[in-house]
């Protein structure tokens, strides 16, 4: 009977060291104050590829590559979503959703993401899937219109050797709907 008269004590005691957590009393409410509005985070990245493994980049819409980039290196300067990235020994082929393609080639390639657009710079060497030649000295590749614009000293050449020349153009990626002037 002590025996139980010890556990009926220790019980007690036990209950007695651990008390149950104190009962939260609400707090008188504060009143919302506005959230200040951030500054957008602006991302600096670098980068450098190999002879045998270049800078790639490659841009989808809907399951279809738009573009595909090779360069040597890259800088990339802006808040996400709103980036400007130079590329430096750039390739890049364009593609449309019937197919065509369109390869460049040039010392500085840009990816602007605010304008939606990428830029070929300081001498454009290109040939499109059917065999068309061109060159100038820019190329602009609008993504929204999916249209090649074209600047400084241009040269069109098709694959029977025909040949155009002018100061600017604007076409399809596979130059077939092009003028010229």
């Given at each position: 009977m002590r025996a139980g008269a010890v556990a009926a004590a220790w019980l007690v005691a036990a209950a007695g060291c651990n008390?149950?957590?104190?009962?939260?009393?609400?707090s008188p409410s504060t009143p919302a104050r506005p959230r200040s509005t951030a500054t957008p985070l602006v991302l600096e990245i670098r980068g450098k590829g190999a002879a045998n493994r270049p800078v790639h980049l490659i841009q989808q819409v809907h399951n279809r590559v738009d573009y595909d980039l090779l360069a040597s290196s890259y800088e990339?300067?802006?808040?996400?979503?709103?980036?400007?990235?130079?590329?430096a020994d750039a390739r890049v082929t364009f593609r449309d959703r019937h197919g065509?393609?369109?390869?460049?080639?040039?010392?500085q390639a840009v990816v602007d993401q605010?304008?939606?657009?990428?830029?070929?710079?300081d001498g454009?060497?290109?040939?499109?899937?059917?065999?068309?030649?061109?060159?100038?000295?820019q190329l602009v590749y609008d993504r929204a219109s999916g249209m090649?614009?074209?600047?400084?000293?241009?040269?069109?050449?098709?694959?029977?050797g025909f040949r155009a020349t002018g100061s600017s153009f604007d076409s399809?990626?596979?130059?077939?709907?092009?003028?010229m002037q």
């Open positions: 008390p149950q957590p104190p009962k939260t009393t609400p990339s300067k802006g808040p996400q979503g709103d980036a400007r990235a130079v590329f065509s393609a369109i390869t460049a080639s040039a010392p605010g304008a939606n657009t990428v830029t070929l710079l454009v060497h290109a040939r499109s899937s059917s065999g068309m030649t061109l060159q100038c000295t090649l614009h074209g600047n400084g000293a241009v040269v069109v050449t098709d694959p029977k399809d990626i596979s130059l077939t709907h092009m003028r």
